[in-house]
């Protein structure tokens, strides 16, 4: 026996959840594309299996700009407040499996050597639910990194489509059996999920590969297409780059967290004027080698989803699967 | 004969004849997708592609150092594109004596599956400004749409609504700066959003930082913005960016006669002192 909800129900639910103050976020339209989003009401929400959202919901965890303390001169004297902490709570519906299993991936790193207790917090206020994976496109590589489109990682609760406004509930933790507990009807009806893309490379052989050539030739020809923007690293699940900012004037402001990537000429330019990584080739290395090496041998597991979502968004058809094909090519030769 | 075959033609032989070293043009990339392609090797102009899925515009390329590195370029273009040429060329950024510029004649490209919104008042079919044009066999008629169309869902809002408008669009920026990487005319070596000591503009990804950025990368713009659309296409917020350029681009038409990149020896608008200017402040 299988558990099923109704659209309407699920409609009910983000209500209540606005009603109480909470965040409701899913796949809104805009333009040709979708993109996650804050739901303004629960008609808003879209849920089909076949949509490839433009961003990763790692922003409602991770936001692009967060403010973590203030700061004020009385006289001489200097007032330190920390930021309001996030108190809301938030129901993601509709993820991407892939973008999902990012998030035991990124807990790693935000409770690693400090404790972020602006993304923990986040953490646990949110329910994610995510929407069966319908139709894996071209940029898709979820089996490649040994995941697939029937991942059930970072997921507390999946939604699958059996049409007419039903979908199948699967609950996958406490969290999730909480939000649905209820709401749901017993049914003999089961949701399907999208078969695996196939498998683009060997992510072992790369990853061997990598950790035992840290400079490799390949990078001065993989990235001369790439423009040097930050689009794949901010719409990417598991990269988790900031830069730390004081904002405001010598009296009063604030200290902020802002995105920040290795992609950026920018990233690691010295105060000196000489910067390591100064150009775009050395700057992919440094991408490739953090998914596919460095993440590695700290948690041993790797840094990507295999989403696609950087390939399929970059205006110069790069991202980093071609980088990890070409890899892959040159380690089996 | 088709015409990408002339044009791979064209460029083997401009490669033989040494007047270029390198090629950058469009080619079906690793990922199935068309993308840019940098061709030394004059037998491996086959690999050469244009069909109306070559949306991005190479100029952009021409800034890179990466790319400088490779030698003397010959760039392939269609008419938008060639319009940033004489922009660059304008504000000294290209020594066109260095370089040859190969045009496509073209009817109209895509984005994401859809006609892309410049190419439906394009009139540069055949790109000006060029050392060769690689024309079609087949002729299509110009298109006849209004290039400020778009625009007209702006006016159509009093300015209340449309400064919410903007709140709503410019919010969900995050500061990814691919408008900028994809623009072949931000090309300064450091941006003012990138200038930290002091920060100038806030790196920030709030409404005020956010207003901030576009707003001067706008005015930035004002004037020298050819239109091809690269940054709208690219932005992965979604943001309209179009609908600022359109606006600059739209004012400078109007009140100074100037559409940028259609005139390949002209003074910059904005570098231009005129007695005749309309404000009282100039003088
Ligand atoms: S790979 Fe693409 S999205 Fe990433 S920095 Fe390069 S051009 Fe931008
Ligand atoms: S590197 Fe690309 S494919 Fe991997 S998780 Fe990030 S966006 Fe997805
Ligand atoms: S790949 Fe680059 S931007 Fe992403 S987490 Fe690693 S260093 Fe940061
Ligand atoms: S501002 Fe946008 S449309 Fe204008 S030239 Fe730059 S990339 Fe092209
Ligand atoms: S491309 Fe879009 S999201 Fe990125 S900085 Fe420009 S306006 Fe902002």
Not at chain 1, 194 to 202: M, N, Q, S, V
Not at chain 2, 156 to 173: G, H, I, P, T, V
Request: hydrophobic share 35%; charged share 25%.
């Amino acid at each position: 026996m299988s558990q099923i909800i109704s659209r309407k129900t699920i409609e009910q639910l983000i209500g209540k959840l606005q009603s109480e103050g909470g965040h409701a976020a899913a796949p809104v339209a805009a333009g040709k594309r979708y993109f996650f989003r804050p739901l303004q009401k629960a008609e808003q929400l879209v849920l089909d299996g076949k949509i490839m959202p433009v961003n990763s919901v790692k922003e409602f965890f991770f936001p692009p700009h967060e403010v973590i303390c203030r700061y004020q001169y009385e006289g001489k004297e200097l007032q330190i407040t920390d930021a309001e902490p996030f108190e809301k709570e938030q129901i993601i519906f509709g993820a991407r499996p892939c973008d999902a299993a990012s998030l035991p991936i990124l807990d790693k790193i935000f409770a690693w050597d400090y404790q972020d207790r602006f993304y923990q917090q986040r953490r646990e206020n949110t329910t994610v639910v995510t929407l069966a994976c319908q139709q894996p496109d071209n940029s898709c590589f979820c089996t490649s990194v040994g995941l697939s489109p029937d991942t059930t990682s970072g997921a507390d609760a999946e939604l699958l489509e059996l049409g007419n406004d039903l979908y199948e509930v699967r609950c996958y933790t406490e969290k999730g059996k909480k939000l649905f507990e209820g709401l749901t009807e017993e049914s003999v009806k089961t949701g399907k999920t999208a078969a695996p893309p196939e498998i683009r490379f060997d992510m072992e052989r790369v990853s061997k590969y990598l950790s035992e050539h840290f400079d490799d030739s390949i990078y001065s020809t993989t990235s001369l297409r790439c423009v040097g923007c930050g689009a794949c690293t901010y719409i990417c699940p598991t990269c988790h780059c900031f830069d730390i900012v004081d904002e405001g004037g010598a009296a009063k402001g604030c200290r902020v967290k802002n995105w920040d990537t290795c992609q950026f000429a920018m990233f690691t330019l010295h105060a000196s004027g000489h910067n390591p990584r100064g150009e775009q080739a050395v700057r992919q290395r440094n991408r490739v080698q953090h998914k596919f090496a460095i993440y590695p041998s700290k948690f041993g597991a790797v840094l990507c989803t295999g989403c696609g979502n950087c390939t399929r968004e970059c205006s110069a058809s790069l991202g980093i699967r071609p980088v990890l094909e070409l890899i892959d090519k040159k380690a089996e030769s | 004969m088709p015409q990408q075959e002339k044009l791979q033609q064209k460029a083997k032989e401009i490669l033989l004849e040494k007047k270029a070293d390198v090629v950058i043009g469009y080619g079906k990339v690793e990922t199935g997708n068309i993308g840019a392609v940098f061709i030394t090797d004059p037998e491996r102009t086959g690999e050469l592609v244009w069909n109306n899925l070559c949306t991005t515009n190479l100029s952009v390329y021409l800034k890179r150092k990466e790319i400088k590195k490779l030698g003397k370029p010959c760039i392939i273009v269609k008419g938008c594109d060639a319009k940033a040429l004489a922009v660059l060329e304008i504000e000294n950024q290209i020594d066109r004596s260095a370089m040859t510029v190969i045009g496509v004649e073209c009817f109209g490209v895509q984005d994401r599956c859809e006609p892309q919104y410049k190419c439906a008042s394009c009139n540069v079919q055949l790109p000006p400004h060029c050392d060769f044009v690689i024309e079609r066999d087949t002729k299509q008629s110009a298109p006849q749409g209004s290039r400020y169309e778009k625009l007209e869902m702006l006016d159509n809002m009093d300015s209340k609504e449309r400064f919410e408008y903007w709140k709503q669009e410019l919010s969900r920026c995050i500061k990814c700066y691919a408008c900028r990487q994809n623009c072949p005319m931000c090309y300064c070596d450091v941006c003012v959003v990138d200038k930290n000591r002091p920060i100038r503009i806030d790196t920030s990804a709030t409404l005020k930082g956010n207003f901030a950025w576009n707003i001067l990368r706008a005015f930035h713009l004002a004037g020298r913005c050819v239109g091809c659309g690269a940054c709208s296409a690219a932005c992965p917020a979604g943001i309209d960016l179009d609908l600022l350029n359109l606006t600059l681009a739209k004012a400078s038409e109007e009140n100074f006669g100037y559409i940028a990149g259609v005139q390949r020896n002209v003074e910059p608008l904005v570098g231009t002192f005129s007695p005749d200017d309309k404000e009282e402040f100039i003088r």
